[in-house]
């Protein structure tokens, strides 16, 4: 009888650990696996559209993404779309956690709207194919000076072409609970353009994926667009200030919608709404 009770106090938490660990693994391969059969629909139509890389192409890609959230059981609560509601050339600049950052883009992504992306992005597959023909900007971040002149040559695509650019400052993912500092690229770029900046917040993810606990619920994901900031005057000399404060500002929001103070993943799931 003991023996028996042993037992079963001990695979019920071993069934419950593997059920949760298992649907973690299982929604992460679904989402890569899913989204690199949705890019190779995109091909062909992006091609049958446009002819090759072309801004236009986001709008393909942006309705074949849209519901990929239902099936893993994310929903987006959106506040502020009126302010990407601007005419003309901006700068969005939003948080980056993960790869999932996609589908909360595409949520809110306005025309004539492409990103920039590490160059080694354009190797995954038929995703990589799919960038390169949304008119994804591919940069080497081990090679500044050519980072730099890439995003340079930017500005300039993004006044003649009127398109507007989706940059994350962070310059890598993290999911440390808080904001990484910002690098400077963004605020180059929009100065440059004499184009504003619009700040967009993701809430933490951490109330339902956390990477290191192998947990991967469903949840709600906030996301918060602010009002434009204008560059309008600005010089080069004006990018620290203005990096600072939009630092200030969306770390503050980030924390407020994540209705926690900063945590590191190791605190574990504390994180909640
Ligand atoms: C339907 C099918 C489904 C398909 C699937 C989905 C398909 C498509 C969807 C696409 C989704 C794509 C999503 C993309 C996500 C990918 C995101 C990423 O890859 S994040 C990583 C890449 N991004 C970045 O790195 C962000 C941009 N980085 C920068 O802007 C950096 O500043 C830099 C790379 C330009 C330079 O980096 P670094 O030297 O490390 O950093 P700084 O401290 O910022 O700069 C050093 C000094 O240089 C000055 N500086 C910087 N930029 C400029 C400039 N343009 N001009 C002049 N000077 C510049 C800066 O001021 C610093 O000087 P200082 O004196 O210290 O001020
Ligand atoms: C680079 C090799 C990629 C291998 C295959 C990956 C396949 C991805 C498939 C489906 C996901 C679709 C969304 C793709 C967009 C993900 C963009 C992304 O999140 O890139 C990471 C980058 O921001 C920061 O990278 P680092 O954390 O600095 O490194």
Request: charged share 20%; net charge positive; hydrophobic share 45%.
């Amino acid at each position: 009888m003991d023996a028996l009770l042993v037992f079963l106090l001990l695979l019920v938490p071993l069934l419950l650990w593997t059920s949760s660990t298992f649907v973690f693994y299982f929604k992460k391969c679904f989402y890569v696996a899913y989204m690199m059969i949705l890019a190779a629909i995109a091909i062909p139509l992006s091609i049958l559209k446009s002819g090759g890389r072309d801004i236009e192409n986001m709008r393909v890609i942006r309705a074949l993404v849209r519901h990929v959230k239902y099936f893993l059981g994310l929903r987006f609560d959106v506040s502020g779309l009126e302010h990407l509601q601007t005419e003309g050339p901006y700068v969005i600049i939003s948080n980056h956690q993960s790869s999932l950052d996609v589908l909360g883009l595409m949520e809110v992504l306005p025309d004539r709207c492409t990103m920039v992306a590490k160059k080694e992005l354009v190797y995954a597959g038929t995703v990589g194919i799919v960038c390169w023909l949304g008119g994804i900007v591919f940069i080497n971040r081990k090679k500044t000076r050519d980072a730099k002149s890439v995003m340079a040559d930017a500005a300039k695509t993004m006044l003649d072409d009127q398109i507007r650019l989706w940059v994350f400052p962070e310059g890598t993912r993290n999911q440390r609970g808080d904001l990484l500092p910002f690098k400077k690229g963004a605020f180059h770029l929009a100065v440059q353009a004499q184009a504003p900046i619009i700040p967009i917040v993701f809430s933490s993810y951490s109330n339902f994926y956390l990477r290191k606990e192998k947990q991967f619920n469903s949840g709600t994901i906030t996301l918060k667009i602010l009002p434009k900031i204008e560059t309008k005057g600005m010089t080069s000399d004006d990018v620290a200030d203005l990096s600072d404060k939009s630092y200030d500002l969306m770390r503050s929001v980030f924390l407020d919608i994540s209705g926690s103070a900063p945590v590191t993943q190791s605190n574990g799931p504390s994180l909640h709404h």
